[in-house]
């Protein structure tokens, strides 16, 4: 079961990496998945998540603070609304695509301002 958990937190890593150049893709949550599972599975591989230079501050701080850094809330945001915009008015060409992807833009919006700033 250990090894399940391992692989499983592996692959979580992996989403939640290509998360922070993907603006769809959400990081943190990966990351806070990739913790549990590494948690039940190596208290190794666990502590060197929770002391990584980049990973650690994103788990650390959701943890403790239930906030988010005020410079990821400003480039998740522009990226996505860049990206959906995009997609919007120059790829799809059915009009419920627009809408939905509109409202799942604006739903993400308010989800990520719903979250505490982190100065």
């Known amino acids: 079961m250990k090894t399940l958990y391992i692989v499983l937190g592996s692959i979580s890593l992996a989403l939640g990496i290509l998360g922070i150049f ?3 893709l959400p990081t943190t949550p990966f990351l806070l998945l990739t ?3 590494y948690f039940k599975g190596s208290p190794r591989l666990y502590n060197w998540l929770l002391n990584h230079p980049h990973f ?3 788990i650390r701080n959701f943890r403790e603070n239930k906030a988010i850094p005020l410079r990821a809330k400003i480039i998740s ?3 996505m ?3 959906m915009l995009y997609c919007i ?3 799809i060409p059915f009009i ?3 809408i939905l992807l509109g409202l799942i833009a604006a739903g993400v919006t308010y989800h990520i301002l719903s ?3 982190l100065r």
């Open 22 to 24: 993907l603006p769809l």
């Open 35 to 37: 913790a549990a599972l």
């Open 56 to 58: 650690g501050p994103y």
């Open 77 to 79: 945001l522009v990226l």
């Open 81 to 83: 609304w860049g990206t």
């Open 89 to 91: 008015f120059f790829l």
């Open 96 to 98: 419920w695509v627009k």
């Open 115 to 117: 979250f505490k700033t």
